[in-house]
């Protein structure tokens, strides 16, 4: 119900009912501009902010970022699991490969200096910190099936959105379809191999935890805040992701990351090449 | 085609003999597999990794999943029940029988690309497998986006208590036969593995065979 003043019944008062709107705070929305967010993490200089912006579970989000832009990604509840999937925005045909991602590191567990390889053999980022230590490579988002089996819908309307569907929208949204969603990373839930291959799942991750990506190529990023895949409670249960990021460098030859192994070392030349003969170096 | 071998013979099921190929070392290949069929791969001479993608034959939109594949079966490694899931969480086909007994499908198929950085840029001119998957997949209207993590057939990569994994030296034989049953059907890709710079082919690529079989009373 509305009051006389604020009557919808008229186009100037439905006009005014909607511009009565603007100003509400939520939990999870958007910070425009970016730098006026009001917790910017210490160290980070606020003008350089390009995105701030707080994604519920259950909920996703996208952003086109520049090269050399560092992604900020906090489970602020102890209880977010951030599904990432990564593009080269200048030619979204190159994209995050997630096999090359764990065989070409010899290492199938995430952490600091761990690349994310695109399949044309280029990081599209570095993942430069973590507090959390409880990611995975291995096991993808959840599927609307499988989320119909667990919790009885999977819907990206429904009550309990399977990773996937959110994907497929935020993909939609850069005009990429069903054959551009490849298998892709999470964050602050992860899982284990076992000695005969079991999987097992770990986390909750600590409230507050942190991941910081520092974006090596222009990259659209795509971003579900989903349960795992592999968790185990009955219920579906997601806390909010803060999602932040702001105007840097790439990684350069004389950071110890970019010769830290050599098959990291090449990756970054790759990297380099590319971005050199197109303009972006 | 060359003669059977005498080993996997006996390990082919029993049916109809729809196609049976020999894919050379290096070569790619491809058919659609209809529902209830079944489709063995042999591992002639030994210790050739075989990689294959899935895709519905209908809507090559839903493919193989390597996230959903293992997340459903609990277990990183495939082998006889194995049931291969599609990117919507449905079975595409199942692994009915397996003389090897595990498989791997985390490590992704090899590319001039990738070997870059696993051996380094002398490398990036030798064939490799997504050059497979590229040209044979083009035969069905599949391009690049096309291309996801795939099937690693006779191919062994242990993941290690830290997380350490590589490919390592092979634990299949000359003759092996794995058979996979079509639950949809389904469009099967597959390369045999070009790479020489790793233990999966023993350094040296041999030659497969394929055999797709209607099983006895589906006729």
């Known amino acids: ?281 | 085609m060359a003669s059977p071998d005498p080993v996997s013979e006996g390990t082919l099921p029993p049916g109809s003999v729809i196609v049976d190929d020999v894919v050379p070392p290096r070569a790619p290949w491809s058919a659609v597999i209809e529902a209830g069929r079944l489709l063995s791969i042999v591992d002639l001479e030994g210790n050739q990794a075989v990689d294959t993608l899935l895709y519905d034959a209908h809507d090559t939109s839903e493919r193989y999943s390597v996230p959903d594949t293992i997340v459903a079966q609990g277990n990183v490694y495939l082998g006889e029940g194995s049931v291969l899931m599609s990117s919507a969480g449905r079975p595409l086909m199942t692994i009915v029988a397996d003389g090897c007994g595990r498989h791997d499908t985390v490590a992704g198929a090899c590319s001039k690309e990738s070997n870059t950085l696993r051996y380094g840029h002398h490398t990036k001119h030798q064939h490799a497998c997504a050059e497979n998957f590229l040209i044979e997949g083009a035969k069905w209207g599949l391009g690049k986006r096309d291309l996801v993590s795939n099937i690693n057939f006779y191919m062994n990569v242990p993941v290690g208590q830290d997380g350490t994994l590589g490919v390592v030296d092979g634990i299949s034989r000359p003759g092996l036969t794995v058979t996979l049953r079509a639950e949809r059907d389904t469009l099967v890709l597959i390369s045999n593995c070009p790479q020489i710079n790793n233990p999966c082919n023993g350094f040296d690529p041999t030659p497969i065979r394929v055999v797709i079989t209607a099983p006895v009373g589906s006729e």
């Open chain 1, 1 to 281: 119900m509305t009051s006389a003043a604020t009557s919808t019944a008229t186009t100037e008062g439905a006009r005014a009912h909607a511009r009565s709107q603007a100003g509400t705070v939520v939990d999870a929305m958007p910070v425009l501009p970016a730098r006026s967010y009001e917790k910017v993490p210490a160290g980070v200089d606020p003008e350089l902010l390009i995105w701030a912006e707080t994604v519920a579970g259950g909920g996703y989000t996208s952003k086109v970022i520049s090269r050399g832009s560092t992604i900020r990604l906090t489970d602020r509840g102890g209880d977010a699991c951030a599904h990432l999937l990564l593009y080269n925005a200048d030619q979204p045909w190159e994209r995050l490969n997630m096999a090359d991602t764990v065989k070409v590191p010899w290492q199938a567990y995430l952490g600091v200096g761990h690349p994310l390889l695109s399949d044309q053999a280029r990081v599209l980022a570095s993942i430069v910190q973590d507090t959390s230590g409880t990611h995975d490579a291995l096991c993808g988002t959840s599927s609307r099936a499988r989320n119909e089996q667990r919790y009885g819908d999977g819907s990206a309307h429904g009550r309990s959105p399977a990773g996937r569907e959110l994907l497929l929208l935020a993909a939609a949204k850069h005009s990429l379809g069903p054959r551009d969603i490849p298998p892709g990373v999470s964050f602050f839930k992860g899982s284990r191999v076992a000695p005969d291959g079991a999987l097992e799942p770990t986390g909750p991750a600590v409230p507050g935890a942190f991941v910081e990506l520092r974006a090596e190529l222009p990259l659209v990023v795509l971003i579900a805040n989903v349960p795992h895949p592999l968790d185990p409670r009955e219920d579906y249960q997601c806390t909010t992701l803060e999602v932040l990021a702001w105007r840097g460098e790439p990684t350069r030859p004389e950071d110890p990351l970019w010769s830290s192994t050599p098959e990291l070392e090449r990756a970054f030349l790759n990297t380099y090449d590319y971005a050199d003969a197109r303009g972006l170096a």
